[in-house]
């Protein structure tokens, strides 16, 4: 009697085992067939739509495009109606009117300003450049942000499932336990054992239910899509799987720190350095004489005497020439500020290429490391599984205990949920390698 009751509960224990393995498959296959699937592109669209930080970031872009305008409408001449009415004191005796009054046209062109309005004109060109690709970034940077939480709400509700089908299968080992307990087969320390590892697994699920919540609502806030309906599985994260990184997609180191100077970052910045030794020349234009061409056209002018013999002109050109002399050295500070702003921009740009050549090469160790893992976790899941179906083997045959059951089967598990961790670490640390190399296509 007591031998048979071994195999009557091994072949329960893998019954349940195999039915709770379907039961999962069955679920996952229902809420995906009931639900909308969400890819990581289909987020980061949503997200792009919702996020206000690019729109400013264009909306600037759009500012630094009048500047354009404006600057080249400095070198442009200026055309200006001018009305005018003088009274004076007029000494006795004098022909001169004690009221004149004018009505004319004047055109105004500079000719020569130490060549600072072409200066001016090729700084804002360049600072225009600079914000675009800042806006890239921001996008790239926004990319990063929504793959993060997409990976890590996947990695998360898988270990859930795996936590619950742990917690499953411990309940069915505390209960063959407390039935041999009662029969005198197993000690009670094993019985205790066995409840403190469910009592741990369900802290476990607590903390990762808890850790999803977070992840969720902060998804939600990026892409608009409502926590509650994630939450019912009215929608659902779908991993692209053809994005894991294989020898058909991922290149050698060097072909992605050969486009660090691709990188939006890099190039913004380089235009800043570029804008910025143009600030030196613009600066030094102050030291130059200025030179304008001014003419004006009479439709009115009335006589400055009372001569009437005399007529009035009806229009005049003028070539007026400014030079410096003395402005209190402000022009000798404008220079040394614009060097020394030069200085800084080429040490922001040294930096921020050595960081990125630092987030290619650790995206890319990632990587490879993740690949070398899973290759490893494989052999461990195989090895894991027999050991279990060995110590069933043996429990069945009292050459073990249940909590070497145990202990084989949370292995087991484990490893299993090792496997998909590591998978999705792979998944985020290709978004990063992407990011990090300045991908110009998401």
Not at 100 to 121: D, H, V
Not at 291 to 297: E, K, R, T, V, W
């Amino acid at each position: 009697m007591k031998i048979s009751k071994i195999p009557i509960f091994f072949m329960l224990t893998i019954c349940t085992y195999a039915y709770s393995e379907t039961s999962v498959d069955a679920s996952a296959s229902t809420s995906t067939s009931t639900s909308t699937s969400l890819t990581l592109q289909d987020a980061y669209k949503l997200a792009l739509e919702r996020n206000e930080t690019i729109p400013l970031q264009e909306s600037k872009v759009m500012q630094l495009n009048e500047k354009i305008n404006q600057a080249t409408g400095a070198i442009l001449p200026r055309f200006s109606a001018l009305a005018g009415l003088n009274r004076q004191d007029v000494p006795e005796n004098s022909s001169s009117k004690e009221n004149q009054s004018y009505l004319k046209l004047n055109a105004t062109q500079p000719l020569f300003r130490g060549l600072r309005e072409f200066s001016t004109l090729k700084i804002t060109k360049l600072n225009y450049r600079a914000g675009e690709e800042q806006t890239k970034q921001q996008k790239l940077a926004l990319y990063l942000q929504v793959s993060q939480l997409f990976y890590s709400i996947l990695t998360v509700e898988r270990d859930l499932i795996n936590l619950h089908e742990q917690f499953g299968l411990t309940n069915l080992r505390i209960k063959e336990l407390k039935e041999r307990a009662q029969v005198g087969r197993t000690r009670k320390a094993e019985v205790l054992t066995a409840e403190s590892q469910r009592a741990l697994i369900t802290s476990q699920i607590d903390s990762s239910k808890w850790q999803l919540i977070i992840y969720k609502e902060t998804f939600a806030y990026l892409t608009g899509i409502s926590s509650k309906n994630m939450n019912n599985n009215d929608i659902k994260l779908v991993e692209n799987l053809s994005l894991l990184p294989n020898s058909s997609n991922i290149y050698p180191l060097d072909q992605y720190l050969d486009k660090i100077n691709n990188r939006p970052d890099i190039k913004s910045l380089q235009t800043q350095v570029e804008s910025s030794e143009e600030g030196i020349l613009n600066a030094k234009g102050a030291y130059f004489p200025s030179i304008d061409l001014s003419a004006n056209y009479y439709l009115q002018r009335s006589p400055t005497t009372t001569n009437t013999t005399i007529r009035t002109s009806k229009w005049d050109l003028s070539v007026n020439l400014t030079m410096p002399l003395f402005d209190g050295m402000v022009t000798k500070s404008d220079v040394a500020e614009a060097s020394d702003k030069l200085k800084e921009k080429k040490l922001i740009l040294s930096q921020n290429k050595r960081q990125a050549e630092m987030e290619i090469r650790v995206a890319y160790d990632k990587i490879k490391s993740g690949h070398s893992q899973l290759q490893a976790i494989e052999e461990a899941i195989k090895a894991a599984d027999k050991a279990y179906k060995e110590q069933l083997k043996d429990y069945r045959n009292g050459l073990a205990n249940n909590l070497d059951v145990l202990q084989a089967q949370n292995t087991l598990l484990d490893t299993k949920k090792n496997y998909q961790r590591t998978k999705y670490q792979i998944l985020m640390s290709y978004a990063e390698l992407q990011v990090a190399s300045g991908a110009t296509s998401l």
